[in-house]
């Protein structure tokens, strides 16, 4: 029954998000990346030039379950050299330790080679506090490497690393939620 109200869960976020995102974005992307462990998918549109929000779910096996979701407001910006965005997230962990979300910050970067402007390479990180989390959460992040090829102006591929961890004031202390690489496709509208 768990994995039932997750699944349902999930998709009325993803839902939600990306009528969201539709309604009232200029332009956006949507993100779907697998891992040996993990599957991720996120959402983004820009709700006025420069301002995206997004989202996304990740789940993962990797040790144990775990499904983070997030909720993002970035300030963006992306030209021929670089594409870049800063800004607030929320992130939410339903994991086998610990439950528990918070408010945190980061970002992403990216440069695109100027031999090859196809290709681009950054990567992303976000912080979660123990001063805005709730429940179990004490702490958390996730931080990520990724190479990127742009197939067409809207379609990207890419192969990166990640790693994601939360700890937990419950007693079960700091524990590494997802690791390892991943390959994924990102559409752009």
Not at 151 to 179: H, S
């Amino acid at each position: 029954m768990k994995t039932l109200a997750r699944q349902f869960a999930l998709a009325t976020f993803a839902g939600a998000l990306l009528a969201t995102a539709g309604a009232h974005a200029a332009s956006g992307s949507l993100d779907l990346n697998l891992g040996p462990d993990a599957v991720q998918f996120e959402a983004n549109g820009e709700l006025t030039q420069g301002v995206a929000l997004g989202g996304g779910v990740l789940h993962s096996d990797y040790r144990d379950d775990a499904t983070v979701y997030h909720a993002q407001l970035l300030g963006v910006q992306r030209n021929r050299d670089r594409d870049i965005g800063v800004g607030a997230r929320w992130t939410h962990y339903d994991t086998d330790h610990g439950n528990g979300g918070g408010l945190g910050l980061g970002g992403y970067g990216y440069v695109f080679l100027p031999q090859m402007p196809d290709v681009s390479v950054g990567g992303y990180g976000f912080y979660t506090p123990s001063v805005v989390t709730s429940s179990d959460l004490d702490d958390g992040y996730e931080v990520g490497v990724r190479a990127r090829y742009s197939f067409t102006p809207n379609m990207d591929g890419y192969v990166g690393l990640r790693q994601a961890a939360a700890d937990f004031d419950n007693g079960r202390g700091n524990r590494t939620l997802d690791r390892g690489a991943q390959v994924g496709v990102r559409l752009s509208f």
